[in-house]
């Protein structure tokens, strides 16, 4: 197994706080998730600013681009994309993911050259995302000649050694297709990766469940494909059915870093209050603060006695091989 790559999800229009969660872990992030959607408002600030501004600050982006439309999307927007709708979009695209890997210099091959993680519509086995066979008219085969049709369209402008492709599914399946079903096939995907969260007692329909009850089960299904394995979103809540409980959270973290340590080659931290108290610094719960920041030493201490790959990292490492 390879060494473990350390990521986070910070939005990226908060570089105060993925900057001084750095100083406070004593250590960078080899990876920074982030979302964009397929809309053509989105991509200058995406090229222009987003991943310039990850990149700068010595991470490699992981790109989740989800097809969501500036209006409404239909439910087979899958479909639509394996038609060839929207192609016009995909070739502008491609040609601007090509110039932003090329770097500064504008040259293949360079010393500025850049690198991406590439998630595109992922967790497509729930019932949440209009990309999703169980939702709406789109099927499995309908997801994978989507991904097949974008990956193709990708593939004359960019290559392996400067983007992999992650196909990235829930850690449970929510509907009645399983996520094998949607599987693109060897040669279109790079990563495997599985989500997933424990919601503690944050909605009626959660329980506590530790790191291995969460993610064992797809891990070990994943397995079968014989790629490297990640976790581009993880996260813990403190809710339990007393109350807030950053104590128990804090064992969360530390049982989650020892877990994938062996387990996954790369994971990211959904370090965002969003659903309920995901982050593990700068969010509105944890065991200490620090510099105004509420924050979960134990994360830290875990991260240093694992001593996860920091920046930059090689091309061995960035291939996962």
């Not at 959660?206 to 291995?212: E, F, K, S």
Request: proline share 6%.
């Amino acid at each position: 197994m390879n060494p473990l790559l350390s990521g986070v999800y910070v939005d990226p229009e908060r570089t105060a706080v993925a900057d001084a969660m750095e100083r406070w872990l004593g250590t960078r992030h080899a990876v920074q998730t982030l979302f964009t959607p397929w809309r053509r408002d989105a991509i200058d600030h995406l090229f222009e600013g987003l991943l310039p501004r990850i990149w700068n600050a010595g991470r490699v982006p992981l790109l989740t681009w989800e097809p969501f439309l500036a209006a409404e999307t239909e439910s087979d927007i899958a479909r639509q994309i394996a038609a060839g709708d929207f192609d016009a979009y995909l070739d502008d695209w491609a040609g601007r993911l090509a110039d932003w890997l090329a770097g500064p210099d504008g040259k293949w091959g360079t010393a500025d050259d850049r690198r991406l993680y590439l998630r595109l519509a992922h967790e497509m086995n729930g019932d949440w995302y209009p990309w999703s066979p169980t939702v709406g008219e789109s099927t499995p085969d309908d997801y994978v000649e989507m991904w097949r049709h974008v990956h193709d369209a990708l593939a004359s402008e960019i290559d392996a050694d400067h983007c992999q492709w992650i196909w990235c599914v829930n850690h449970a399946d929510v509907g009645e297709h399983a996520a094998e079903a949607c599987y693109p096939g060897e040669e279109y995907v790079d990563w495997v990766g599985v989500d997933g969260f424990n919601w503690g007692r944050s909605r009626e329909w959660a329980d506590w469940r530790a790191p291995a009850a969460v993610f064992d089960d797809m891990l070990t299904r994943l397995d079968r494909f014989d790629k490297p394995l990640c976790v581009p979103e993880v996260g813990c809540s403190s809710l339990t059915a007393d109350g807030h409980d950053p104590e128990r959270k804090a064992d969360w973290l530390r049982a989650a870093i020892d877990y994938f340590d062996g387990r996954v080659q790369l994971y990211s931290w959904f370090n965002e209050d969003k659903e309920t108290d995901w982050a593990v610094f700068g969010g509105k719960n944890g065991t200490d603060s620090i510099d105004g920041y509420a924050c979960y030493p134990a994360y830290r201490e875990a991260l240093a006695d694992h001593e996860p790959t920091a920046p930059p990292i090689d091309d061995t490492t960035f291939r996962g091989v």
